[in-house]
């Protein structure tokens, strides 16, 4: 190799590993940053238990507090985002997605910053959201500003994106592992070299900030010795199967409570706050509901700390309160809402199964842990992320083995009801569909208007077929584009088809008027489905008007086809 | 030499009179002056006496006067505000301590006396984590542990704090002090809730109402207790079969007495002592100077081998050998042998003593400070029903 290649190969890996740290390192401080506010808020506007427990004296206050903070931070939410963001909605992990996988223009910093201010704001007011969309979108929001320098890097922008994500799941979960297979999971839906080995950076560095520099607590502790008796696996694939149904009814629920929203009120940016007084009002009889819930979490998997009806009651209220508020309008995540509503499933679960199945098993702690991996694995679409998380934060083999059954069974059934998850069904929603894989969808962003040609003959309404043959054979083409005065396209002459026309039969009867066209639209997947059973040399281009812009060779489509499929085969294999 | 005056023959006739005082005052004025150290008298004191005072006084020639201290930062606030400051040291609990400094109490401690250890390791990685403070260094380490009769459980013994709350397995009275510490900390521990979160969840009414809950299942067995030796009486004399109380008095009773007393090590919670200068304090040089002389790795060993308490630096606690007069191994004693800090609970002070006065103890304390007003307010924690009664009030207030 030469010294030229040399200094290149240098070149290249250190300035990846650099964006890799720079960008971890900032996404990490400002998830760090985040769950503070976060937390402040909660602590300030008496959300949190701890701040009410202090206020237990004051019940007017507590109570006052209870349904107006939710409700004012749902008007500042509505207009925040309503005024603010382009978008008009939250940015979430399918917009990091969306901007990874496609070399569209991704929403401005602006907008992400406004986003991630309603977030907290919701987050702070105690709205039943989660708080790891927001980090995951922080992160990609760091992400992509880094992926605009001009460092001459491959895949800049997408790996640059993966290592924010990376570095935020790291910082909130006190997890690297599962920052990284997250990133490459959700983000990048492959596993190249090139990307891995920056995210990886990008992982580590989010773990050093979040456990060496600020010794972060643990999302939730666990005591758990071992799986007891090997039947409970039974119990576990049972389990699993449960959570997809419940992850069914909260997928159901979000949608339903986003169509109500629309439908009863039409003042966009008032939403948010009625789901705020309903969460309030709710909150009141259920104070669980409110915020992210971590000490509920925590309770969780502690025997005795809720009662079996309790569980249920919270369970409902949870699962219904987080599709009002996320379905309302409040900015936040569906994850850590999923988390709870499935440790609690998982408790509920625990405490029943003696009554279903009397025979002994170990303990609730496993039942939860359970439960909540099975539920979440199947909204967020992520089983290895959830398995790894498990793995990371009880560091208990036995505990990720039971909570890896209950994954797998989970996302076998909801995979065929729901899809693989709520992000997915999301980006369908706007038309990046993920279902088939990365290439039907990456097909679908690329516009077939790119591969337009304008070599091709043109003839005018008032031609005979006699001038456009003789100006066919001229160029040495066998099809004419037939077009008004306007420019709009009326049909197509072909050489074959007008060999026995009398060369005095005007243009327009002798034209073909059903064909295959394009439009501007048209993507490169759709084209190639379009150009089924096609005969002719080149598919005409037409404007919304109808005006002609070009022709598509038939070459073309391949050559279109076959570049961006070879595109990602070599983003997905390509080295370090 | 002087002349002698008049004046002069007076007082040597005076001090015929009362020769040992004018002794007394001569060598205070001629020798040099002594350094008063607040600490905690009983044979805690006569340790530090042996392990530090004496020696200290034999190198330096400087005498150590001890007064006595029970804890607390307003006892220091009114010493400092009677305008007489005689005390030069405090030995404090290390939160005090902290409280006592933001307060602006404690004079600055300059971390550059400490001593490296014998193997030169430097004193901030040789002394526990948070040891080397502004205002303070840590000293020892004390424990609250839970104890039991030997002789009452003949086959299988007791051994985490779970098995404290099971009367079925482990029948017999539980003797607890009188006062809210430990308390809610054992009920939830006991419920394997994890020691890291302990205080965040015990900071929430169902953290409260489950500890609760869980002390009032044995309500009817417990015995109160407030002065430390009375745990090790109960226990001894088979009036209790399991106890809580302090580590040192624990060993003391079992290694000198030959007590029938185990130790449950799990669910320890463990506190610290701390040395610091009084703000005011006209011999801030020459008490550093004590406390470098205290905190030297041989120094703090040889106090540990006279009391079970653990010393704050690691090169002292690996000189920890047999104690000093019973020759019994100290190091099983010690709350902080490696084995015992496993499941050793951190003692967040501020939690159960909230400082009116500390801003670092305001937000963590309030909660604590709940559970005590609540408690105090309907006197629940210091009558027989203590438990139920604090259940009650939060019944009644959640009815409202």
């Known amino acids: ?576 | 030499m002087k002349r002698r005056s008049p004046m002069s023959l007076f007082l040597i006739v005076a001090s015929i009179l009362s020769a040992p005082a004018v002794l007394q005052a001569q060598s205070e004025q001629e020798g040099p002056e002594a350094l008063t150290v607040a600490t905690w008298g009983g044979s805690y004191e006569r340790s530090q006496r042996r392990a530090y005072f004496d020696p200290y006084t034999e190198a330096t020639g400087i005498p150590i006067e001890t007064v006595h201290y029970d804890g607390g930062i307003e006892v220091l606030r009114e010493h400092l505000a009677s305008g007489e400051v005689e005390w030069d040291i405090v030995d404090m609990i290390q939160s005090d301590a902290s409280a006592a400094c933001e307060a602006g109490l404690l004079a600055p401690i300059d971390a550059n006396i400490l001593e490296p250890a014998p193997d030169g390791t430097p004193p901030e990685e040789d002394f526990m984590d948070g040891a080397i403070h502004r205002c303070f260094v840590t000293q020892i380490v004390f424990s609250t542990v839970i104890a039991f009769d030997d002789r009452a459980f003949p086959g299988v013994k007791p051994d985490s704090v779970e098995d404290f709350f099971d009367l079925e397995t482990f029948p017999g009275k539980r003797a607890l002090r009188k006062s809210p510490v430990g308390l809610l900390e054992w009920a939830l521990l006991s419920l394997s809730v994890p020691r890291e979160q302990l205080y965040d969840l015990l900071s929430t009414r169902r953290g409260l109402e489950l500890a609760a809950r869980r002390l009032d299942e044995i309500r009817d067995s417990i015995i109160w207790w407030t002065r430390g030796q009375e745990p090790v009486d109960l226990l001894t004399s088979g009036q209790a079969t399991m106890a809580t109380g302090y580590n040192g008095r624990f060993f003391h009773a079992r290694a000198m007495e030959n007590a029938p007393i185990s130790v449950i090590w799990d669910g320890q919670l463990i506190g610290f002592n701390s040395w610091t200068i009084v703000r005011e304090t006209h011999q801030a040089e020459q008490a550093a100077d004590f406390i470098a002389f205290a905190t030297r790795a041989e120094n703090m060993a040889a106090q540990a081998s006279l009391i079970s308490y653990g010393p704050a630096r690691k090169s002292a606690q690996k000189r920890v050998g047999l104690h000093t007069d019973a020759g019994v191994p100290m190091r099983p004693y010690m709350p902080t042998a490696p084995s015992h800090m496993d499941n050793a609970v951190i003692r967040d002070h501020h939690w159960v003593f909230p400082d009116r006065g500390s801003p670092g103890g305001v937000v963590s304390g309030v909660a604590g400070g709940i559970v005590v007003s609540v408690a105090s307010r309907y006197r629940c924690f210091y009558n027989p029903g203590a438990v139920r009664c604090l259940i009650a009030v939060w019944r009644s207030e959640q009815l409202q």
């Open chain 1, 1 to 576: 190799m030469d010294s030229k290649g040399v200094a290149q190969i240098f070149y290249q890996i250190s300035t990846v590993t650099l964006v890799a740290i720079v960008v971890g390192g900032a996404a990490s401080l400002a998830a760090i940053g985040f769950v503070d506010a976060v937390h402040y808020l909660n602590e300030r506007l008496l959300i949190s238990p701890y701040a009410r427990v202090l206020a237990e004296d004051r019940p007017t206050l507590v109570a006052a507090a209870t349904l107006l903070v939710p409700a004012a931070g749902g008007l500042v939410v509505g207009l925040l985002v309503h005024f603010l963001v382009r978008e008009k909605r939250g940015l979430a992990p399918p917009d990091a997605i969306l901007a990874a996988q496609t070399s569209g223009a991704a929403p401005g910093f602006r907008s992400g910053l406004v986003s991630t201010l309603a977030a907290l704001v919701s987050l702070g007011s105690g709205a039943s959201v989660g708080q790891y969309g927001p980090l995951v979108y922080l992160g990609a929001m760091f992400g992509n500003l880094a992926g605009q320098l001009r460092l001459n890097l491959r895949h800049q922008r997408s790996i640059a994106i993966a290592c924010g994500v990376a570095a935020a799941i790291s910082t909130a979960f006190n997890a690297p592992i599962a920052g990284l297979v997250f990133a490459h999971e959700v983000i990048l839906r492959h596993y190249s070299l090139r990307a891995f080995a920056p995210v990886t950076v990008a992982a580590a560095t989010g773990y050093v900030v979040a456990n060496v520099i600020f010794d972060r607590p643990a999302l939730f502790l666990v005591n758990f010795d071992r799986v007891e008796h090997s039947y409970e696996f039974v119990f576990f694939a049972l389990e699993g199967v449960f959570c997809a149904g419940l992850a069914w009814v909260f997928m159901r629920l979000l949608r339903a409570s986003a169509s109500i929203s629309r439908h009863y009120i039409g003042v966009p940016w008032a939403r948010p706050a009625v789901a705020g007084l309903l969460l309030g009002m709710v909150a009141l009889w259920i104070p669980e509901v409110l915020g992210i819930g971590q000490e509920t979490l925590r309770f969780a998997t502690i025997e005795g700390a809720f009662g079996i009806g309790e569980l249920g009651l919270i369970i409902m209220a949870k699962l219904v309160v987080t599709a009002l508020c996320i379905g309302f309008g409040f900015i936040g995540g569906v994850f850590s809402p999923a988390l709870l509503i499935g440790i609690l499933f998982g408790a509920f679960y625990g405490l029943a199964l003696p009554y279903l199945v009397p025979v002994p098993h170990s303990g609730l702690v496993v039942y939860a842990i359970c439960g909540m991996m099975a539920l979440a694995s199947s909204v967020i679409g992520a089983p290895l992320t959830t398995i790894l998380i498990v793995f990371e934060l009880t560091r208990s083999y036995d505990l990720t083995i039971a909570a890896m059954v209950s994954v797998v069974f989970a996302n076998l059934i909801s995979y065929r009801v729901i899809g693989r998850s709520l992000f997915d069904l999301q980006l369908r929603a706007r038309g990046f569909d993920l279902s088939l894989g990365r290439d039907k969808a990456i097909l679908q962003t690329h516009r077939i208007r790119d591969y337009l040609s304008s070599e091709y003959t043109t003839a005018l309404d008032q031609n005979t077929v006699g001038e456009v043959c003789q100006r066919l054979v001229r160029e040495g083409r066998a099809e004419a584009m037939v077009v008004d005065g306007q420019g709009r396209l009326l049909g197509v002459i072909r050489l074959q088809g007008v060999v026995n026309s009398a060369a005095k039969t005007p243009a327009t009867e002798a034209m073909i008027r059903s064909f295959t066209r394009f439009d501007e639209e048209t993507s490169v997947w759709k084209s190639m489905e379009l150009l089924r059973g096609f005969l002719g040399e080149a598919v005409p281009l037409v404007s919304r008007k109808g005006e002609l812009l070009g022709v598509v060779p038939e070459e073309a489509v391949i050559r279109a086809y076959l570049e961006i499929v070879h595109d990602l085969r070599e983003e997905e294999n390509e080295a370090a």
